[in-house]
């Protein structure tokens, strides 16, 4: 049942659309879509059965912080026992203890400045820690793992995400179409990154479609008896 307050916001978004902003009838179907795509969104990385909590008191970010690090795994694990600050800094963030996993990070990059990983984790942390917004110093770290691994997938793939967690699906699809041009064409992401830049460009064009729509309102149609001479 813990899905059913989300069912019901959709609906009545859906209802508020039709009824107070007079969306066309032949764009329910799009304004449909868009809705469905943030709750499909929502199921995939939300956490809906999780209670509420304040801020101070969190145990459990917004992302999985297990899924966080597999994902980084995936890309950079050669097989060999990663260094011990990052797996000291993945237990802290599988716990959602981002601030812990950032401060050792932090030393460790100070140390090691051309462990792209590190770089990488760093900024992952750093955005958890701000519920999911790219801070400036977010921001440098991104672009220090880059500069330390620049044929690495990593640096971009995970800034795409941020910015698109973010609410920014124009910067993500301009990050990884970057990425996409300078990968090699034999290059095992490229596929991935393709869907994921053409599913983007799909939700742009609905949410452009449907800002359109919302600005301009319901066009005006004259009827035969309001042509009329009175």
């Not at 993500?172 to 393709?194: N, T």
Request: aromatic share 8%.
């Amino acid at each position: 049942m813990v899905w059913l307050p989300i069912l019901l916001l959709g609906a009545f978004a859906m209802l508020t659309a039709v009824l107070v902003l007079r969306v066309p009838r032949q764009n329910w179907m799009l304004l449909g879509a868009v809705l469905m795509f943030g709750l499909a969104g929502y199921g995939l990385h939300g956490a809906p059965g999780l209670p509420a909590a304040p801020k101070q008191a969190m145990t459990q970010a917004p992302q999985s912080g297990e899924a966080l690090v597999a994902a980084r795994r995936a890309l950079f694990d050669t097989g060999q026992q990663p260094p011990n600050y990052l797996v000291t800094s993945d237990a802290f963030a599988r716990q959602g203890r981002y601030s812990h996993a950032a401060g050792l990070l932090r030393r460790a990059v100070q140390e090691h400045p051309g462990d792209a990983e590190a770089w990488l984790a760093l900024a992952n942390a750093l955005v958890e820690h701000a519920e999911g917004q790219i801070t400036p110093p977010a921001l440098y770290a991104f672009e220090r793992a880059q500069k330390a691994f620049p044929g690495h997938p990593g640096a971009g793939y995970f800034l795409g995400m941020a910015y698109l967690r973010s609410g920014d699906p124009v910067r993500a699809r301009q990050v990884w179409a970057e990425l996409l041009d300078r990968s090699p064409d034999d290059a095992p992401w490229r596929e991935d990154l393709e869907f994921r830049i053409a599913s983007l460009d799909q939700l742009i064009a609905q949410m452009e479609g449907l800002r359109r729509t919302t600005d301009t309102g319901p066009s005006e149609v004259a009827t035969p008896e309001q042509g009329r001479e009175p």
